[in-house]
């Protein structure tokens, strides 16, 4: 096969798989849960006690309804410092964004531009209840009872676009949303997990 051919295939086979999936998953991780796990390495712009850090964005993740979405898609170039810039404001890190953008982002079959212009308006559509977004004391709630709170202050998603994800030791991991490849508020399928725990602790920001 002539070079020229050969490239133009390669790409028409990227692009087909980066969008090889059903519907996007918002991952919002609750950083002082995270803080608290032992190991790993905590970065302080998200950890340090005083930054006043709730929810941030973990990610926006093609899914499958059945299984796990696609992920790391084809070659990817660094994020520009004017997209990381822009994205501070809702990922902690610059590795993170990076990483998001190479194991996520490369399925979409988006620009990393507009990719991430997904990430932000998936983000601020979505409304965290009074009561979750700095609690000053620690909670104790059932993943329906949050659930429910988080349908309740976004009336127009549906009751069940909404799934949390919890730590062995039943700390807070992730509220997760899910939204169709537009950007409208769906119900999640099972592929989007659920804590199988009956109360998760969610601790106050320091």
């Known amino acids: 096969m002539p070079a020229t051919l050969a ?25 002082p849960d995270f803080c608290a796990q032992p190991g790993g390495r905590k970065d302080p712009r998200e950890c340090q006690p005083g930054r006043h850090i709730g929810f ?3 990610g926006l993740w093609p899914q499958d309804e059945r299984g796990r979405g696609p992920e790391k898609c084809g070659p990817a170039s660094p994020v520009s410092h004017e997209i990381v810039r822009l994205m501070l404001n809702y990922i902690p890190t610059e590795s993170l964004i990076q990483h998001e953008w190479a194991t996520h982002g ?3 079959g988006l620009s990393a ?8 308006k998936a983000r601020d559509s979505v409304v965290i209840p009074s009561d979750l977004k700095q609690p000053q004391q620690e909670l104790q709630l059932s993943p329906a009872q949050i659930e429910t709170e988080l349908a309740a202050a ?6 069940d676009a909404f799934r949390v994800s919890c730590y062995r030791d039943a700390e807070l991991q992730e509220i997760r949303v899910c939204f169709t490849k537009d950007l409208s508020p769906r119900p999640c399928a099972a592929s989007a997990g659920e804590c199988p725990l009956p109360k998760v602790t969610i601790l106050p920001v320091p």
């Open 113 to 120: 531009t507009d990719y991430f212009a997904l990430v932000r």
């Open 7 to 31: 490239r133009i295939f390669i790409l028409l086979l990227s692009a087909t798989s980066a969008q090889a999936f059903d519907y996007y998953l918002l991952s919002l991780s609750y950083a």
């Open 154 to 159: 976004n009336r127009n998603f549906p009751k």
């Open 106 to 108: 490369t399925c979409s």
């Open 56 to 58: 941030v964005v973990h």
